[in-house]
């Protein structure tokens, strides 16, 4: 089921499937980068999309994991967190996350249906032992 | 210099005595001049030390043998003209056997000693003679026992002096040998324990292979010990295959096989740590190992292309995770490339930020060592794919079927580096 999108840049076809697109609207480029370091729609973001992505601004290993996921066929959103906003981009997912947990979360950090789903290294092991992918199905970034 | 006065000694053509007398002949001589009595020797480097050296103590007689070394400093520039300079003293028409060739050097003019008037030559004359043991003066019948005796004296002390010097020489000589032996045996230990030292040329920024990084030495010991490990659990594993023991105890192979690798993973997060490029340059491994290199270790799909084909036969079910395996691996290491690429990028540019060529750049450096962090986190990622791959692997293959993939591994590598010192021992052909 490959829709025919001229305008957007191509996708790996390793899953067919309609890529998902974030906040409601559709995007013009074949990543969604979100910019800002808004409080308040951290929260929003993190329960609309199905699979976000929050990293520091240049950081290549945030560059791996969207790598990583646009080559499953996922379109993940993408938060890029400036220097200066990073101590309340972190307060606020650690909010989110329920507080008190491991007392460190790493950037970049993946979440995935509203929930944390982890780092890099998670992202991996699990795309490794093939879980990965069905956990995104699951939360529905991923259509097969 | 006392090579050279050796040189002169062993030419024989120097004669303490002979140039004592021609001295008493020039009582007022104030110049050191070479004496060539080889004629043999053109451009001659010959002098005579000891004439020189008394010269000094007439003129200097309270100098030490210090100021005496000042003077004595020969540069082979000056050695080789052959310009004549000296002094020149009202005595010096009765020298004719004297040839002058060679100046002493830009220290000897420059020195207020040899150029100093003849009157002052003439009171030290009259001081070094009150010095001497014969103390009649003036009174022409004692005045060549005098000189024979002034003579004498200052031979012997010459002598002594000359000695004395010769053995500080010496001494010099026996302690920079052995501290030259001290440091080929310990660059011979460096070199055997993996040549950290002359990969290391980039770690001084001054140019000499400086002060061996001591987390990258002990990788570097570790890592040879890991390898005889290996060796040895091949053996092992390859004997325990053929005798057909038992689920159990192959099991306990395998879980030691893969923790070793495991602790290769351990060892080069912290040698990481230490010096990232190095371990990304492979300096570590062999040759043909470093051919393969991707981001400081092994491809973990290219090893799993090698593996299952010495793994038949798999279940179809086992086909299927394998080529999942192969799948996910892949997709994995592509994300890990590109990742490194936009690292390169952005150092790249970090590098060349502001204006090249303006020859000032600290703010860059310091942006570009910040950055270079994120290559510790590379290798470590890549370690942690080498460690998942290896573990699920594991998990897909029946117990027999991972000893012999963890032999088949092992051999594998022993190939490579077989092949790398091949390599290094293959006859240069002639050009």
Known sequence: ?144 | MWGLLGFVHSRGVFNCILLQNLFDYVEELALVTYVVSDLSFVSSRIFTLHLFRTAFYKCNPNHSDNDLSDYLTISPESMNTSSTQYVTTRTMGMYEPIHHIGMWGENFKTNGCLTTSPSTILEDDTKLDNQSEDTSHGTPESKPVDKIQRRLVQNREAARKSRLRKKAYIQQLETSRLKLIQIESELERARQQGVYVGGGLDGSSLGFPGAVNSGIATFEMEYGHWVDEQNRQVCELRTALHAHITDVDLRILVDNGMTHYFDLFRMKASAAKADVFYLMSGMWRTSAERFFLWIGGFRPSELLKVLVTQLDPLTDQQLLDVCNLKQSCQQAEDALSQGMDRLQQILTETIAGGQLGEGSYISQMSNAIEKLDALVSFVNQADHLRQETLQQMSRILTIRQAARGLLALGEYFQRLRALSSLWATRPCKPA
């Open chain 1, 1 to 144: 089921m490959q829709e025919a999108m001229p305008h957007r840049t191509f996708f790996p076809a390793t899953v067919g499937g309609r890529r998902l697109s974030s906040i409601g609207r559709e995007a013009e480029t074949a990543e969604e980068v979100v910019r800002g370091g808004d409080g308040g729609s951290v929260r929003s973001m993190v329960s609309e999309n199905a699979v976000i992505v929050f990293g520091k601004r240049g950081c290549c290993m945030c560059h791996v994991v969207k790598r990583l996921l646009l080559g499953l066929g996922v379109n993940p959103a993408v938060f890029e967190i400036n220097d200066e906003d990073e101590a309340e981009v972190i307060a606020e997912l650690f909010a989110i996350v329920g507080g008190g947990d491991d007392g460190g979360l790493q950037l970049p950090a993946v979440f995935v249906g509203g929930k944390l789903f982890g780092g890099l290294d998670r992202v991996m092991s699990t795309h490794i032992t093939g879980e990965l992918v069905p956990i995104l199905k699951q939360a529905g970034a991923l259509w097969l």
